[in-house]
T-cell receptor
Framework: EAQVTQNPRYLITVTGKKLTVTCSQNMNHEYMSWYRQDPGLGLRQIYYSMNVEVTDKGDVPEGYKVSRKEKRNFPLILESPSPNQTSLYFC?????????????FGDGTRLSIL | KNEVEQSPQNLTAQEGEFITINCSYSVGISALHWLQQHPGGGIVSLFMLSSGKKKHGRLIATINIQEKHSSLHITASHPRDSAVYICAVRFSGSARQLTFGSGTQLTVLP
């Protein structure tokens, strides 16, 4: 089954404790992206990747890192999480974003930073 | 500033009604997406448009490039259509970023 898998689905942690949210897709998509969703602010793009070893900042990259060492994986790293990073996070992928292909979304990760 | 505006913010309809959700944007775009977010939080991509009109089942999406406006229509609405509908655009010249509207909360009553 074609899917985008995020882990964990839920996480409660404390300020400053490094964490990684994994994202994996099995559709051989070139484009992958991370978004956060906050009440009143909607969805905002954090980082995206056009292909292996090619990443770029979205609208709200501060406090986050990403890597794209393999085509299928695009982890989101919070080196020193802070409470303002409490949010609902989505990973998405598509064949080639430049062609305007629809994106496939993961189920989301609800992150709480205390 | 590149902006995306959706209307209405909230919409309540009776089962069977024809529904329209609107999306306007400020400058030229290369693609527009309509997304559906279920009450459980999951997001599904409904349509990607760069021109014209697309139809899938009871859903129809249109875009008018000159007027910088898109609409999502739902015919014969059903309670299972209750969700948040989100418009997202890629502005021309903005690399590969997407900018999202604030969403329309649709509730269809039986």
């Amino acid at each position: 089954e074609a899917q985008v898998t995020q882990n964990p689905r839920y996480l409660i942690t404390v300020t400053g404790k490094k964490l990684t949210v994994t994202c994996s897709q099995n559709m051989n998509h070139e484009y992958m992206s991370w978004y956060r969703q906050d009440p009143g602010l909607g969805l905002r793009q954090i980082y995206y990747s056009m292909n292996v070893e090619v990443t770029d900042k979205g609208d709200v990259p501060e406090g986050y890192k990403v890597s794209r060492k393999e085509k299928r994986n695009f982890p989101l790293i919070l080196e020193s999480p802070s409470p303002n990073q409490t949010s609902l996070y989505f990973c998405a992928s598509s064949p080639v974003e430049g062609k305007g292909q629809p994106q496939h979304f993961g189920d989301g990760t609800r992150l709480s930073i205390l | 500033k590149n902006e995306v505006e959706q209307s209405p913010q909230n919409l309540t309809a009776q089962e069977g009604e024809f529904i329209t959700i609107n999306c306007s944007y400020s400058v030229g775009i290369s693609a527009l997406h309509w997304l559906q977010q279920h009450p459980g939080g999951g997001i599904v991509s409904l349509f990607m448009l760069s021109s014209g009109k697309k139809k899938h089942g009871r859903l129809i999406a249109t875009i008018n490039i000159q007027e910088k406006h898109s609409s999502l229509h739902i015919t014969a609405s059903h309670p299972r259509d209750s969700a948040v509908y989100i418009c997202a655009v890629r502005f021309s010249g903005s690399a590969r970023q997407l900018t999202f509207g604030s969403g329309t909360q649709l509730t269809v009553l039986p």
